[in-house]
């Protein structure tokens, strides 16, 4: 195994995740520059009705150039300063992940549904999900938030670092990138579905991995913080299917059968994963569960990444 090509993965890995807990997502120029927030401008300012030709052709207009760009920066930046390249290369990484985003959220939340503040946590909630939460009664508000927590883990944090051990930062842009272009336009109906069908394709192809190896990073978290972790693994498997997506269903039954509760999205579906109340309690052992799933992902990403650098000891 080549160590030095280990230790900049682990490094730059470390560094992006004390970045993301402390700094935090970016605001004014540095969102701007953002690749989300770029590939998000391109892909709104071109998209129009259209085939699943014009699908394919806006999904690589709307990537390829913005990945290439953000990975041949800190390349060229190593060629001329090793730790300013190094630093870059961190930063870059960290902008493909999050974390401390969706924490923060679940905490605000909390906080305003201890206080008694409903009108306060439905604000909150409804930034980070689609339905309509002055609608939603404290239990299904509560169950909006341990789904988007449960989404976001694998979505947000899980399969991005799993590229990255994979492909390395070509690996993470890709994902993070697919995974915007699905939430730009991979919708159902028109005028969205044709040309969606490619992003919401390559999104589904890039966390189908990641969203069945979330069952076993949870069912370790549970197993750590005292949770049902049988439960989890056992609901996981039953109960996947109840969510229309092929991977989403995944760490949402496997976060539903550690708490021992049942989420519903009211007419979409429900996912029974035990009787226990959908309160400020069962919301506080989600968000030690995210933390510890957290945790167990950045370990077992490590592994990946050791056994890969093994295999093949390329830097990307």
Not at 261 to 284: F, N
């Amino acid at each position: 195994m080549d160590a030095s090509t280990l230790e900049y993965y682990l490094a730059a890995m470390v560094i992006a995740f004390l970045m993301d807990i402390t700094l935090g997502e970016p605001r004014g120029p540095l969102l701007i520059i953002h690749p989300v927030v770029l590939c998000g401008k391109v892909s709104s300012r071109l998209f129009r009705p259209g085939g699943k030709g014009f699908g394919a052709l806006l999904w690589f207009v709307s990537v390829i150039p913005i990945l290439a760009t953000y990975y041949l920066i800190p390349r060229l930046l190593l060629m001329i300063n090793i730790i300013a390249g190094f630093i870059i290369y961190a930063y870059i990484l960290k902008l493909t992940f999050s974390y401390k985003l969706m924490r923060d959220y679940a905490v605000r939340i909390l906080r305003k549904i201890e206080l008694g503040d409903l009108d306060g946590a439905r604000s909150l909630t409804q930034e980070i999900v689609r339905r309509n939460v002055w609608e939603l009664d404290p239990e299904h508000l509560v169950s909006a938030v341990i789904e988007s927590m449960s989404e976001s883990f694998v979505d947000g944090f899980l399969s991005p670092l799993f590229y990255y051990a994979i492909l390395g930062l070509p690996g993470a842009l890709l994902q993070r990138l697919s995974n915007t272009m699905d939430s730009m336009v991979g919708y159902r109906g028109w005028p969205y579905e044709d040309v969606g069908w490619f992003s919401a394709m390559i999104d589904t192809a890039l966390n189908y991995i990641p969203a069945r190896l979330s069952v076993v990073v949870i069912a370790i978290a549970s197993f750590l913080t005292g949770l049902d972790w049988r439960g989890s693994v056992r609901v996981a498997l039953r109960e996947h299917g109840k969510v229309q997506s092929l991977n989403s269903g995944w760490p949402m039954a496997a976060f539903a059968g550690a708490l021992g509760v049942t989420l519903e999205k009211v007419g979409r579906y429900r996912i029974i994963g035990g009787g226990r109340g959908l309160d400020s309690t069962a919301l506080r052992l989600s968000i030690k569960l995210f933390d510890v799933s957290t945790a167990i992902a950045l370990i077992i990403v490590s592994a990946l990444l050791a056994m890969r650098i093994a295999v093949l000891p390329l830097m990307y």
